[in-house]
């Protein structure tokens, strides 16, 4: 089993800055890869940011020049940093690992943090 948990939401005004950090235990692999979805209510989870074992990273248009995801090179750790927020940043942000089998590079299992809500006022 693998445990996620959030920490850094909160509320804050538009323009401000928040961070977001994700801290995983467990039966994480080697091979994994981390990263932020978001969902408001009413709407499905949308990613946010990814990076993968190798450091890719991928974000969301809406985010992209605003929001930084960086890792610890132990990949236990997973954070987005997040400049310029907008109200329609507003949402509950979740953290996910995807552990990888090292000879196919396939998802094995998905395991998802518990959520935090990032509240950004006009």
């Known amino acids: 089993q693998v445990h996620l948990v959030e920490s850094g939401g909160g509320l804050v005004q538009a323009g401000g800055s928040l961070r977001l950090s994700c801290a995983a235990s467990g039966s994480i692999f080697s091979i994994n890869h981390m990263g932020w979805y978001r969902q408001v209510p009413g709407k499905q989870r949308e990613l946010v940011a990814r990076i993968t074992n190798d450091g890719d990273t991928n974000y969301a248009d809406s985010v992209k020049g605003r929001f930084t995801i960086s890792r610890s090179n132990v990949k236990t750790t997973v954070s987005l940093q997040m400049n310029s927020l907008k109200p329609e940043d507003t949402a509950v942000y979740y953290c996910?690992?995807?552990?990888?089998?090292?000879?196919?590079?396939?998802?094995?299992?998905?395991?998802w943090g518990q959520g935090t809500q990032v509240t950004v006022s006009s």
């Open positions: 996910y690992v995807d552990n990888v089998d090292v000879l196919s590079r396939a998802t094995l299992n998905t395991y």
